[in-house]
């Protein structure tokens, strides 16, 4: 799920040639938008899904569980790329295994167990706060503009 909204790219990677301070304060803005689904995704994992997530798996030495719901709380976040090619400029993200695991489980195996005790938490809570979200962007997106075209005239 997406929200469009042209220029983004663009503005980001200006503030960055103009002044890196601008940039930070832009990411700072982002930040306070997502705020409020990334405080209701981090408090809305279980403390344990299944209890088969208890358990140590590590396959081909790569850790997945057990489960650490501080962790996978903490592995949610806003991130943020410029580079050419990339579909999305601005999105959240989970980068715990585990967390990732819990929320897009493949559908034949794991996601209708998960389903039926936890229902998953990013879509759903980007989907209730979608609305602000895009205006949220559009006023930090706007704050930005308006610097670049201070700076540049």
Same mark, same amino acid.
């Given at each position: 799920? *997406?929200?469009?909204?042209?220029?983004?790219?663009?503005?980001?990677?200006?503030?960055?040639?103009?002044? !890196?301070?601008?940039?930070?304060?832009?990411?700072?803005?982002?930040?306070?938008?997502?705020?409020?689904?990334?405080?209701?995704?981090?408090?809305?994992? @279980?403390?344990? !899904?299944?209890?088969?997530?208890?358990?140590?798996?590590?396959?081909?030495?790569?850790?997945?569980?057990?489960?650490?719901?501080?962790?996978?709380?903490?592995?949610?976040?806003?991130?943020?790329?410029?580079?050419?090619?990339? *579909?999305?400029?601005?999105?959240?993200?989970?980068?715990? @295994?585990?967390?990732?695991?819990?929320?897009?489980?493949?559908?034949?195996?794991?996601? !209708?167990?998960?389903?039926? *005790?936890?229902?998953?938490?990013?879509? !759903?809570?980007?989907?209730?706060?979608?609305?602000?979200?895009?205006?949220?962007?559009?006023?930090?997106?706007?704050?930005?503009?308006?610097?670049?075209?201070?700076?540049?005239?």
């Amino acid at each position: 799920m *997406s929200t469009d909204i042209e220029g983004v790219a663009n503005a980001i990677k200006l503030l960055r040639k103009i002044d !890196p301070e601008y940039r930070k304060e832009f990411n700072k803005g982002m930040r306070e938008v997502v705020a409020p689904i990334l405080s209701e995704v981090k408090a809305g994992y @279980p403390a344990l !899904p299944v209890s088969g997530m208890a358990r140590a798996w590590n396959p081909k030495g790569y850790a997945i569980f057990p489960w650490d719901r501080a962790k996978v709380a903490r592995g949610v976040k806003l991130k943020t790329s410029t580079r050419r090619g990339q *579909s999305s400029v601005l999105y959240i993200s989970q980068g715990e @295994p585990a967390g990732v695991l819990f929320e897009v489980p493949s559908a034949k195996t794991l996601g !209708p167990l998960f389903r039926a *005790s936890s229902p998953r938490l990013l879509w !759903p809570a980007y989907e209730r706060h979608a609305g602000r979200i895009a205006q949220g962007v559009e006023d930090v997106l706007g704050i930005a503009v308006d610097r670049i075209n201070g700076e540049i005239q």
